[in-house]
């Protein structure tokens, strides 16, 4: 069964610090790239950070670039986004997503999310 489970989120002040957790199984995760996503209240969902399969390559938003960054462990079966500097807009439900071709299928896996509130 293939499943992707976030942890980390939660509650912090503005300036503060979270690390999200993405738990992968039921498929081969170093085989896909890894993508965190967030979505706030009444907006669409958008890409927060990227890294490939291998995680020689990564990409941000530049809402977040040289505040968040993105990594993965594929011996763990783990992604990671550290989040430093938060700011009030920066809360969201984030989502772990995986994408990659199995087979002749391009394929997407997300999980259930994890809320972020950066407040005071």
């Known amino acids: 069964q293939v499943q992707l489970v976030e942890s980390g989120g939660g509650l912090v002040q503005p300036g503060g610090s979270l690390r999200l957790s993405c738990a992968a199984s039921?498929?081969?995760?170093?085989?896909?790239?890894m993508s965190w996503y967030r979505q706030a209240p009444g907006r669409e969902r958008e890409l927060v950070a990227s890294?490939?399969?291998?995680?020689?390559?990564?990409n941000s938003a530049d809402s977040v670039k040289g505040r968040f960054t993105i990594s993965r462990d594929n011996a763990k079966n783990t992604g990671n986004l550290q989040m430093n500097s938060l700011k009030p807009e920066d809360t969201a439900v984030y989502y772990c997503?995986?994408?990659?071709?199995?087979?002749?299928?391009?394929?997407?896996?997300w999980g259930q999310g994890t809320q972020v509130t950066v407040s005071s």
């Open positions: 890294i490939t399969a291998t995680g020689g390559i990564t």
């Open positions: 039921g498929f081969t995760f170093s085989n896909y790239a």
């Open positions: 997503n995986t994408a990659g071709w199995k087979g002749l299928r391009w394929t997407n896996y």
